[in-house]
């Protein structure tokens, strides 16, 4: 019997280091489910093997005990056929058969208080043997259920742990290319792009500084322009009053002789003023 109990112990122990393994190493899920599966398949066709040869010994102990009761019964049955036939040998007055069959009587009763007695041992056997198998088939059921709810269940957790280690290479795949990471291949990137905008901008306002210098020269030059021209202009409005006040003073030098200093200083008063 404990060997028995014992061998139950060692399947239910494999079958739950086998699920724990399994679950523990999801390198590949669905092979290691599968072989969960296979585990326990295997742990529950020897754990049917102990609990048919558990039977089988109960079985065994049940036709023990019927045979035990059955001899004590006969044995009585005996033991009073005996006694019986001693009573009537004694009513005969025959002593020595009835002596015999007393002896017989009493060889008879102790025969079938052994098998009494060994009836009794057996039926305590048979009923612990009874609670043991009840136990092993309850166990065996429940592994049947495990394994049943187990393949149930493979594609679901087989979907779940693949689904668990795609978001863990996901995540470790978003760690890797952290863009606030200056070391990062993005962040480098992103840099040298960044360096080339600085480069383009800086170009540009180059570019413009260059363009606005020659738009200021170009004013420059028309502002010089500009006075040159206004200074011709005058000059050629002031050219004919001149040549007349010329003419003039000649035709009055020669008329007159010499003009007078006033009429000079007043003409001249004149051409300032026009001037300015």
């Known amino acids: 019997m404990a060997k028995k109990q014992s061998i139950w112990a060692r399947i239910f122990g494999i079958g739950k280091a086998n699920a724990n393994a399994a679950i523990d190493a999801l390198e590949d899920p669905k092979k290691m489910l599968d072989q969960t599966v296979r585990d326990y398949t295997n742990n529950i066709a020897e754990a049917e093997q102990a609990v048919a040869q558990t039977i089988g010994n109960l079985r065994m102990a049940e036709d023990d005990l019927a045979k035990a009761q059955t001899e004590a019964k006969d044995w009585g049955s005996k033991a009073l056929a005996a006694s019986n036939k001693a009573e009537e040998f004694a009513a005969a007055g025959d002593t020595a058969n009835q002596d015999k069959f007393n002896q017989l009587a009493t060889v008879a ?51 779940r742990a ?15 290319l952290d863009i606030n990471d200056p070391s990062s291949e993005i962040s480098r990137f992103e840099q040298k792009i960044r360096e080339d905008e600085a480069k383009v901008r800086g170009a540009a306002e180059l570019a413009a500084s260059s363009l606005d210098s020659q738009f200021a020269a170009l004013e420059d030059l028309g502002a010089a322009t500009e006075v040159e021209a206004r200074l011709a202009a005058m000059k050629a409005v002031n050219a004919p009053a001149a040549d007349i006040l010329e003419e003039a003073d000649g035709a009055q030098a020669l008329e007159a002789g010499a003009p007078e200093m006033s009429e000079i200083e007043a003409r001249l008063a004149a051409m300032k003023k026009n001037q300015a």
Do not use: P
């Not at 693949?162 to 890797?176: G, H």
């Open 109 to 159: 009763i102790q025969r079938q208080m052994a098998a009494e007695k060994k009836a009794n041992a057996l039926a305590a056997t048979v009923g612990t043997q009874n609670e043991v198998v009840e136990k092993l088939k309850a166990g065996l059921n429940t592994m049947q259920t495990k394994r049943q709810e187990l393949v149930s269940k493979r594609d679901e957790l087989v979907a």
């Open 162 to 176: 693949r689904n668990a280690k795609t978001q863990n290479q996901m995540m470790d795949t978003i760690k890797a």
